[in-house]
Nanobody
Framework: QVQLVESGGGLVQAGGSLRLSCAASGFAFSDGWMYWLRQVPGKGLEWVSIINSGGDKQYYANSVKGRFTIARDNTKNMLYLQMNSLKPEDTALYYC????????RGQGTQVTVSS
């Protein structure tokens, strides 16, 4: 079955960095686009970044552009999100997903940025 397992979240001070990882299994990872989404309690899922199957096209929400970098390793079925210059407003539960709406996503990893 499809499994997406995120890791790498934590508590960091504003201006700091974190690298999120997502281990994928149970589907043809290298065939599809992959997403990072995030959610703050009481709000809907927010699209953060997307990467194409080959890893050479990346797109970012305006709120994270220039600070976050998405990448993938199709040989390892892994998705990554390098997050630099973190801000308190980046605090959220971060998910990797196979679709923009998050219908197929992992359990999430919590990122908390203190001011």
């Amino acid at each position: 079955q499809v499994q997406l397992v995120e890791s790498g979240g934590g508590l960091v001070q504003a201006g700091g960095s974190l690298r999120l990882s997502c281990a994928a299994s149970g589907f043809a990872f290298s065939d599809g686009w992959m997403y990072w989404l995030r959610q703050v309690p009481g709000k809907g899922l927010e699209w953060v970044s997307i990467i194409n199957s080959g890893g050479d096209k990346q797109y970012y929400a305006n709120s994270v552009k220039g600070r976050f970098t998405i990448a993938r390793d199709n040989t390892k079925n892994m998705l990554y999100l390098q997050m630099n210059s973190l801000k308190p407003e980046d605090t959220a539960l971060y998910y990797c997903a196979r679709d923009q709406n998050g219908y197929s996503r992992g359990q999430g990893t919590q990122v908390t940025v203190s001011s």
